[in-house]
């Protein structure tokens, strides 16, 4: 006996979870399977909308204003204005602690490389630290944490012209941690603010933080430190921090593994649960039944297939690294349908020479109709009762034109919705 | 020249492979699990890491990334490469093989490094060494603690005696042991009538419930040594939810899962128990019975350990065709 629900939606990123939300706010018996865990732990915890145009205009003030610009094939054309503005709002709603959503220009946020990032929403957590405030900043570098170079960081917002002044600081964290500590280790010490020894002393970690970084305060108004600041508290965390320091206490968003991901994801999947899908996480997808219509899909587990049924599908299974689009010297393939990707025959039209050029294959991903339906190679859909989302779609580079998120959003939002609709 | 240029005297669509082409063997033929393979799938991501329950409390502890693929790419280039001892840290969750992106069999890695280290590495007349085998094979203390549980119970929390297990064995005394149960599972069940009542109680509820009478609704009931010694209750209340919703129970022969076994490196042990209960629920599994387990971890023993540690006979179809009690994969 298959497990049966209305909409199944295969994946679980920011594309998969914003559609199985939105499915299951219109009203739908939603199932949500995931692999493994997906690339959102790996993302800055930003939620971009577009930062630059396809051919690398910007940074954007308004994107909402860029979109109907951008090429036919771009996702965000696919769905229109309109459908991104509600994305957004589905996500505001399901993520409070998510600031931004108070005017449609673009917010620009210090990365942990010391570059400006444009975006359209951020965690709560780094809203003291915009490049926009003038406020004079100090970084509070950890010594172990070789991701985050204080005052090289602080050097390099100089240089993009910030409007007030930078300095960096390196600092040991309190308690000896071992010299590969965990962000986790970092973030469980601070949300537990278990005692750590200083001098022979034993002191709260918060505190103790706070100590470390008093003395090398001068006339700043606010204090930047990488994302370690707590995974299950962190508002209680920067307000300790605060009080101690009296100034203003913001995060930097980091690379992989990051904490700002993981607490969006952790956000995500709480909505969804609330909203009540069931969700099964751990084991792929693997096969399916169905010639112009899926009738179902097989789960494997322990070597078993576990049949999984549904009225409508979405697809939200990743791009290359979220291994939604694979590769191989023969060419460019979807795993789970076999849909079409768009690609060029010889493969080494698929990139450019030089390392940041112009790259054919970070657009590659599947084609749809406006109705987001994946096409096959002669422009028919593939399935009826199936809609891709998020990074498996192509026609867009996410990483020149900072647009992952909110790509992901509003084609998860659209996919979603309309599975709903159509599955009543 | 950069690897984006195409070489001048190499076809990539057709690379040479004629006759003299002699593909080369990295890891040769062996009956011995080597990983090495799948440590090239990880690309150092760090999820499992944000996922261990050990690295976020305990400084010694270097995380799963470094337990699994890092330790056996060290391994790829020196057979002899020692395994770090921090490896009898990991508490043997397995959030790190649900969180790998790449598929990465972390704690497969973990279960055979740790089975190394206690077989190769470990000290046999050391504390460490007699304290986890007395812990890890519960199962033979919990059988004799059984026939005088109270008894047990008073000895196994008697201060003086919990003082000299923490001095000599260093388990602590600030935790209480688990209580042994006045009469054990299977003597309830053996009481009870054992399968065939279990089989009219079925039946009685596909009447009632107005499903076929003679519907195939079976299920091999894999208990665990706690639902047996210590909470007979858990069993008790599963085999009476499954009666309820018409499917016949059996308890068939079984020993340890394993788990603690796998959790303190102690494999041949553990192979042991392996191999009683494969054989038993195999046979169940030829006739139409489906295996189902209360106990989570002993469920993974069945469904992703048997397979990943040892080649026993029917280890796979016991997997393909078991679950946790608690999911409805069993409606079949």
Known sequence: ?424 | MSDAETPPDFDPVAPNTGEEFEPVDVFPDSDDFDLRPGADSCYKCSTCDTNCPVAEVDDDFPGPKFQGPEQWRLKQSDDDHEIDDSVMDCSNCMRCDNACPSGVPLSQMHNTARGEYVSEQMDKLSVEYIRNRILANYRTSAFFASKVPRLANFAMNFGPARWVMEKTLGVTSERDFPAFAKQTFRDWWADRGGQVQSRENARAARKRRGLPEDAEKKVAYFHGCYSNYNTPEVGKAMVRVYEEFGYEVVAPEQKCSGTPMFANGMLDDARRHAETNVSSMSELVDEGYHAIASCTSCSMALRQEYPELFSIPGTAKVAANASPASTNSAQK
């Open chain 1, 1 to 424: 006996m298959a497990i049966e629900s209305e909409v199944l939606v295969i994946g679980g990123g920011l594309g998969g979870l914003t559609s199985a939300l939105a499915a299951a706010r219109e009203g739908a018996d939603v199932r949500l399977v995931s692999y493994k865990q997906s690339t959102l732990r790996q993302a800055s915890g930003l939620v971009d909308v577009l930062g630059y145009t396809s051919d690398g205009d910007g940074p954007l003030t308004d994107p909402y204003e860029a979109i109907p610009s951008l090429p036919e094939d771009h996702p965000y054309r696919k769905v229109g204005v309109q459908t991104v503005r509600d994305a957004l709002s589905l996500f505001d709603d399901a993520v409070p602690t998510y600031e931004g959503e108070h005017t449609d220009t673009n917010a620009l946020l210090p990365t942990h490389g010391g570059s400006i990032k444009p975006t359209a929403r951020y965690p709560a957590g780094a809203s003291a630290g915009l490049a926009s405030d003038t406020r004079d900043t100090l970084l509070v570098g950890i010594e172990e944490m070789v991701d985050f170079d204080a005052p090289h960081v602080a050097a390099h917002l100089d240089a993009t012209g910030v409007p007030f002044d930078a300095r960096g600081e390196t600092i040991r964290f309190p308690g000896d941690l071992r010299a590969d500590a965990k962000v986790t280790r970092y973030a469980k010490l601070l949300d537990t603010n278990s005692e750590v020894a200083v001098r022979g002393r034993m002191v709260p970690a918060r505190e103790a933080l706070a100590q470390r970084v008093n003395p090398l305060l001068e006339d700043e108004q606010r204090v930047g430190f990488p994302a370690i600041l707590g995974d299950d508290n962190p508002g209680a965390i920067r307000d300790a921090l605060r009080d101690h320091l009296g100034v203003d206490v913001f995060e930097v968003p980091m690379g992989p593994p990051s904490l700002p991901g993981l607490r969006l994801e952790d956000a995500l999947f709480s909505a969804l649960g609330e909203a009540g899908a069931s969700i099964e996480t751990g084991n792929p997808v693997v096969d399916f039944d169905g010639e112009d219509r899926i009738e179902k899909v097989f789960i494997e587990k322990n070597g078993a297939k576990i049949p999984n049924s549904a009225d409508q599908y979405v697809l939200a299974t990743g791009g290359f690294v979220g291994k939604g689009v694979e590769s191989d010297r023969d060419g460019v393939y979807e795993p789970i349908f076999d849909c079409h990707v768009p690609h060029a025959e010889d493969r080494y039209d698929w990139f450019e020479g030089e390392l940041f050029g112009d790259h054919e294959f970070a657009r590659y991903g599947v084609a749809t109709d406006d109705d987001l339906r994946p096409l096959d190679a002669s422009e028919h859909s593939e399935f009826e009762n199936l809609r891709a989302a998020g990074s498996v779609l192509g026609g867009y580079d996410f990483a020149a034109e900072k647009s992952g998120s909110g790509v992901s959003i509003a084609t998860g939002y659209a996919a979603g919705q309309r599975a709903a609709q159509e599955a009543r």
